[in-house]
């Protein structure tokens, strides 16, 4: 397999230097390409040949996802991980919604970056630390009352969906939440699609942070939680 093509557009040069000798020295990235993604030279960029795409965005304005867009635009299927400053859970549902590949916070470690950048077309991954981050901001902002929208209702979860739930937000997938409840796999999935609905969220991760806003999560625990990158899903420690 040929190594792949990583399209850089990241202003912060402390970060984007430590990006560039990351993936010099993982023999499964050829070397970076460079961009500023102006409108004027994004149609230009299909042609350099690049596998995914790492652009640095702003969230606190509304055009932070507007450069990801046009380049998606100019390079139909393209795959593309931002990173942000801060990013808030109304970040996350913007990347959920305009199917961004990856999610990180802007100084993330260089080799968490790489592992985004090894993202799927059809996934969300989102670092972990980041995913953590964004579900303290979003229950501190409720409990402070600082959120402009009246929450929904928390949905009624039967002890069994609380307990799958409180194990997806401590880092474990769904073979090992079968394994620690003694139950099939097929069963704790099944649990796990009743609450993707209740919660009305499109992936895991999205569940456990609806949940996490809600207050129906209990506080996660930074030292045994841990989002596995693949997919936007769990897995334990």
């Known amino acids: 397999m040929s190594p792949q093509?990583?399209?850089?557009?990241?202003?912060?040069?402390?970060?984007?230097?430590?990006?560039?000798?990351?993936?010099g020295e993982d023999t499964e990235f050829a070397p970076p390409i460079h961009a500023r993604l102006d409108p004027t030279e994004m149609a230009d960029l299909a042609h350099t040949g690049f596998d995914v795409a790492l652009i640095q965005i702003d969230p606190t304005t509304a055009e932070g996802f507007e450069a990801p867009l046009r380049l998606r635009q100019a390079v139909p299927g393209?795959?593309?991980?931002?990173?942000?400053?801060?990013?808030?859970l109304a970040l996350l549902r913007e990347a959920l919604r305009n199917h961004i590949n990856g999610l990180a916070e802007l100084w993330t470690p260089a080799n968490a970056v790489l592992a985004l950048l090894r993202c799927a077309p059809d996934q969300l991954l989102v670092d972990g630390d980041t995913a953590l981050a964004i579900a303290d901001r979003a229950r501190s902002a409720s409990v402070s009352g600082t959120t402009t929208a009246t929450p929904p209702a928390a949905p009624h979860l039967t002890k069994r969906?609380?307990?799958?739930?409180?194990?997806l937000g401590r880092g474990f997938d769904t073979s090992n939440i079968a394994e620690r409840?003694?139950?099939?796999?097929?069963?704790?999935?099944?649990?796990?699609?009743?609450?993707?609905?209740?919660?009305?969220?499109?992936t895991q991760l999205q569940a456990v942070l609806n949940a996490s806003e809600l207050g129906i999560l209990p506080r996660l625990d930074r030292e045994r939680a841990h989002v596995d990158p693949v997919g936007g899903g769990s897995s334990p420690n």
Do not use: C, F, Y
């Not at 409840?181 to 499109?202: C, F, P």
């Open 5 to 23: 093509r990583v399209l850089v557009a990241v202003e912060e040069e402390r970060i984007a230097s430590a990006i560039d000798r990351a993936i």
């Open 78 to 88: 393209a795959r593309i991980v931002v990173l942000a400053n801060r990013p808030e």
């Open 161 to 167: 969906e609380q307990e799958v739930l409180e194990l």
């Open 181 to 202: 409840l003694g139950v099939s796999i097929h069963t704790v999935r099944g649990h796990v699609k009743k609450l993707m609905q209740k919660l009305r969220a499109r």
